[in-house]
Nanobody
Framework: QVQLVESGGGSVQAGGSLRLSCAAS????????MGWFRQAPGKEREVVAT???????SSADSVKGRFTISRDNAKNTLYLQMNSLKPEDTAMYYC????????????????????WGQGTQVTVSS
């Protein structure tokens, strides 16, 4: 059974940094499409950034230049480096993965993923 376990969340002041990790287990082969999503209280879940095994990545306009998604396939781990954090980045952050998505462009447009983690809270104070 596929498991995605997020870690690295916490509380920081505006302008600070955090690095989220998502450790994936319970599968063989490549988890082609992976991504980070977030949901703030009272708001809909939104995509933060996605990564495909072809090397391509995509990120939301609201985090471009501040957040970087990366993956270590040898460790089956997805990362999200978050710099210059703002109070509006406060949310629960979720890791998602889907092995069915073969094309990068399809991954970066995807909102429905097969597997989800439990989430890690990020709180940014002003």
């Amino acid at each position: 059974q596929v498991q995605l376990v997020e870690s690295g969340g916490g509380s920081v002041q505006a302008g600070g940094s955090l690095r989220l990790s998502c450790a994936a287990s319970g599968y063989t082969g490549s988890m082609s499409c992976m991504g980070w999503f977030r949901q703030a209280p009272g708001k809909e879940r939104e995509v933060v950034a996605t990564s495909h095994s072809d090397g391509s990545t995509s990120s939301a306009d609201s985090v471009k230049g501040r957040f970087t998604i990366s993956r270590d396939n040898a460790k089956n781990t997805l990362y999200l480096q978050m710099n210059s954090l703002k109070p509006e980045d406060t949310a629960m952050y979720y890791c998602a993965a889907d092995p069915r998505v073969l094309l990068g462009w399809a991954c970066h447009r995807r909102s429905s993923f097969m597997h989800w983690g439990q989430g890690t809270q990020v709180t940014v104070s002003s």
